[in-house]
């Protein structure tokens, strides 16, 4: 795009007479100012404006062609200004109007045959597409882009072709295919070493070294990490330096050198804070928690949770601005042509009811007024009739007030606090984007005892593809067991950093937890843990993997009921902590429906001798009711629980989550 710009820039100042030589000289002002109001509003970061000023731009220029189509100055200035559109409109998120402008730019570089212009022009639209994770759209077009780049030797072309194979790499990442992210980022380095483009250079070492870490390299992660950081160091890169020490952390955090990940932690929370970029600021917080969570520091731990849930509230809020933004856009694009007459008359109408509303208010006003002055008057008289009585009720008054205040202040901050709790542990919790992913049809019955819960149900892509699920009952529940909930959380999600089969990642699990609470005081040394059924899911060749501490799995297969039994011992300190967990594999059918849940439901009192409602009962009522849809099933569910518990407190918290294969 900027070469594209200086060669209208050149024209416009050097050969003006042969431009112009087949429209009028007032046509050309008038463009040529139209041109200069429309780059100058874009340079001071105007969006709003330059768009409308480029678009006032597009519309002149179309006019001035339907006399003049052949002539090149008309030409060039409308790819130019279409171009500078394009831009505008993906910065403020509208990428399907974006990439319509950019495909009228690619056209005009074909049917002229410039290779190199094509090439940038394919690059732009396969950048738009990867924006809008069209990866097929977007591979198609960069290597459309490096074919037309494959026979010049400009810096410029050089250039693309590495910022190309990087994004080829960025795409391949994403989707999982790591050996071919390597061979894109290898290419990407070598041409940026070869032109000396040490920002490049950093760029592709940082994206090296972060995909070895997702294959568990760690060791020649920290390699390319560290490489890039003295690089970014150098070029004085802030934001670059902080990105790669986040990274530089995680790296140490997985090889447990907690004290290395804190110290490369805090340089990167600095700079962020220095840059003020909310993103690495998130990235930063949330690394920061995990780092002190593990060093035990548990209440500055919870301090960057809380900042970092911040940051992501403000992200969250950004991106939709941007959105409401791009509809904006999209609909003055579908009404180009506004009917100005009707909107005067529009405002006329409203300006109108508007005096009428004012004039009718201060009517209100003054009478309003004159009956609270007649008011005053007769409060004031009762006023000292009754002063002696009043000031010992008032004094009675205060001070129970007093007393209603301090206490509804003291359960205002309880009740505070136990919220914002909660919105941390769900923070946690296996979010449904992540459940839609990869469940094609599930129920979740959540239903904690208090607001946070012990019970959780967790869920991640494990790095061989698969798909995991754990659904567990942390030691106590309210605010004890929700504390114990996010230990256990945070110790699966290190387990699965080096493991992928259930057995191996309770074992680890387990291993962490009881580290994590040797020290906690009590004469036991950290007897807590959890309760848990871990079940992971290859549906490439329908194979379900189970590893169950004291919690069972239930499959539900046409009128049979089979139960996978689960080891007699939980996920943490225990009699039995060093005997290894067992892992059973099951063969899945289409129409299976498999159940996991915490004992909840089963141990809630009720019905009419207030007893137990029993995992037998429990059991036969899903296996009655296996055909019924995913959606009535927990509402089957739901109700049978709250007809059973009737009047009675709810014992514990409830858990149980459905899917059907």
């Not at 009675?396 to 909660?422: G, M, P, R």
Request: some cysteine; proline content about 1%; glycine content about 4%.
């Amino acid at each position: 795009m900027l070469l594209k710009k200086i060669i209208v820039t050149i024209l416009f100042c050097f050969y003006t007479h042969f431009l112009f030589a087949q429209i009028s000289k007032t046509d050309s002002l008038q463009i040529t100012k139209q041109y200069e109001v429309s780059v100058k509003t874009y340079e001071t970061g105007l969006l709003d404006s330059a768009k409308v000023q480029f678009l006032k731009l597009v519309d002149l220029l179309n006019e001035k062609t339907k006399a003049n189509a052949t002539n090149l100055f008309l030409q060039e200035t409308n790819v130019v200004a279409k171009d500078y559109l394009s831009s505008i409109l993906l910065s403020t998120g509208n990428t399907e109007v974006a990439i319509s402008y950019a495909d009228d730019v690619l056209k005009y570089y074909e049917k002229n045959k410039d290779s190199l212009n094509i090439a940038l022009s394919l690059n732009n639209i396969a950048f738009m597409y990867q924006t809008q994770k069209m990866f097929d759209k977007a591979i198609e077009n960069y290597l459309n882009a490096l074919n037309n780049l494959k026979n010049s030797n400009s810096k410029e072309a050089i250039f693309y072709t590495a910022t190309i194979f990087n994004n080829l790499g960025l795409i391949s990442e994403y989707k999982l295919s790591f050996d071919s992210a390597l061979n894109y980022y290898d290419k990407s380095l070598a041409i940026r070493k070869k032109i000396d483009d040490k920002r490049g250079v950093s760029e592709s070492l940082n994206n090296i070294g972060n995909t070895y870490r997702k294959l568990n390299q760690i060791d020649k992660a920290l390699e390319y990490l560290l490489e890039a950081l003295a690089i970014k160091t150098d070029i004085k890169d802030l934001n670059g330096v902080a990105y790669t020490q986040d990274n530089i952390s995680r790296i140490y955090f997985t090889k447990g050198d907690i004290n290395k990940a804190q110290e490369y932690a805090l340089k990167s929370l600095k700079i962020a804070i220095k840059t003020g970029n909310l993103e690495l600021l998130s990235f930063a917080h949330k690394t920061q928690s995990a780092n002190l969570f593990a060093l035990k520091n548990y209440k500055e731990a919870y301090y960057h949770l809380n900042q970092f849930m911040i940051c992501s509230d403000s992200l969250k809020n950004i991106s939709n601005k941007k959105a409401l933004y791009k509809n904006q856009i999209k609909s003055e694009f579908e009404k180009k042509e506004a009917l100005t007459k009707l909107e005067q008359t529009k405002k006329d109408e409203i300006a109108k009811k508007e005096k009428e509303k004012q004039n009718l208010l201060l009517i209100s006003a003054v009478i309003g007024l004159s009956i609270v002055f007649i008011f005053s008057i007769f409060l004031y008289k009762r006023y000292r009739v009754t002063q002696k009585q009043k000031i010992i009720i008032e004094n009675q008054k205060q001070t129970v007030e007093h007393q209603k205040e301090l206490v509804e202040e003291k359960h205002k901050e309880i009740t505070d606090s136990i919220n914002y709790a909660e919105r941390i542990q769900r923070s946690f919790l296996a979010s449904k984007e992540l459940l839609d992913e990869n469940l094609k049809d599930y129920f979740v019955l959540f239903n904690p005892k208090d607001v946070v819960s012990g019970d959780f149900y967790w869920a991640s892509k494990l790095s061989n593809g698969n798909f995991a699920l754990a659904t567990a009952d942390s030691t106590g529940h309210g605010v004890p067991g929700a504390i114990m909930s996010l230990l256990n959380i945070t110790s699966l999600e290190k387990a699965i950093e080096q493991n992928n089969e259930p057995a191996d990642i309770l074992n680890a699990t387990r291993k962490t937890i009881i580290e994590r609470l040797k020290k906690d005081g009590s004469a036991e040394g950290g007897k807590d843990g959890m309760d848990c059924s871990l079940t992971i899911y290859d549906f490439n060749t329908n194979k379900l993997f189970v590893t169950a501490a004291n919690n069972p799995v239930w499959i539900i297969r046409g009128d049979e009921a089979i139960e996978i039994k689960p080891d007699k011992m939980p996920v943490g300190k225990h009699d039995r902590q060093d005997i290894p967990f067992m892992q059973q594999t099951i063969e899945l059918q289409k129409g299976d429906v498999i159940y996991t849940l915490t004992d909840g439901f089963p141990d809630q009192f009720g019905g009419e001798n207030g007893k137990k409602f029993m995992s037998k009962k429990l059991r036969e009522l899903l296996a009655k009711n296996a055909n019924l849809s995913m959606t009535e099933q927990k509402e089957l569910l739901q109700n049978t629980f709250k007809n059973w518990k009737g009047n009675l407190e709810q014992v514990d918290d409830v858990c149980i989550i459905g899917i059907k294969i």
